[in-house]
């Protein structure tokens, strides 16, 4: 069971990404006082969490609903995984965060980004929602579902965390030392993508 919990933390950790997110967050809370920061970093976790958990435990009565099968969900996320992990290598995904982050910053009226863009797509976006689903769809059995549960809420707790110490973390790290971080989970989550898919396709054929 220890080795379902790392592998739904790791995945969970690549595609939430709690080193990439906390330098967006501090950009888009420079004017903001430390009291501000804060209550926007606990509600944006709690948001994105309730987003992720609504679609962990209705994901899957969702796809029966929709007619799709287990195993295309799980073909179709792997694909999707794969190209996030492209991104990551290439470092695409962080520049369109940028992006999105500079728009928001240049928008006056826009203070409490709690929401928008932090809660949801930032923390609770495509990737992470699809990953949640994909975990709990290859969870047999209550004890599998609360060790993906455990997984998840470690990852959320490790969110709040950099967004709070998100200062202390940008002097440690720095940008290179991320680059390279980003870099290497992204390959490992290409190889997890790639499991995926390739889960599915056995579960398709057998």
Do not use: C, H, W, Y
């Not at 967006?24 to 004017?31: D, R, Y």
Request: no cysteine; hydrophobic share 60%.
């Amino acid at each position: 069971m220890i080795e379902l919990f790392f592998a739904a933390f790791i995945t969970l950790f690549v595609v939430i990404d709690p080193p990439g997110t906390a330098p967006i967050f501090s950009s888009l809370t420079s004017g903001a006082s430390a009291a501000q920061r804060r209550s926007m970093a606990l509600r944006a976790v709690i948001v994105a969490s309730g987003i992720l958990l609504a679609f962990a435990v209705a994901g899957e009565p969702f796809l029966r609903t929709l007619g799709i099968t287990l195993e295309a969900f799980r073909i179709a996320g792997g694909i999707m995984l794969f190209f996030i992990a492209m991104d990551m290598v290439f470092e695409t995904r962080t520049r369109r965060r940028e992006d999105r982050a500079q728009k928001i910053m240049e928008t006056p009226e826009i203070e409490d980004v709690a929401i928008f863009p932090m809660a949801m797509p930032m923390i609770a976006g495509p990737g992470s929602i699809a990953t949640i689903m994909l975990l709990m769809a290859r969870a047999s059995g209550p004890q599998e579902t609360v060790i993906v549960f455990a997984a998840l809420a470690a990852n959320l707790l490790l969110m709040l965390a950099a967004l709070l110490a998100v200062g202390p973390i940008m002097r440690l790290f720095g940008g290179q030392v991320e680059a390279v971080i980003t870099r290497l989970l992204g390959v490992i989550l290409a190889a997890l993508a790639v499991q995926f898919v390739i889960d599915g396709l056995r579960e398709s054929i057998l």
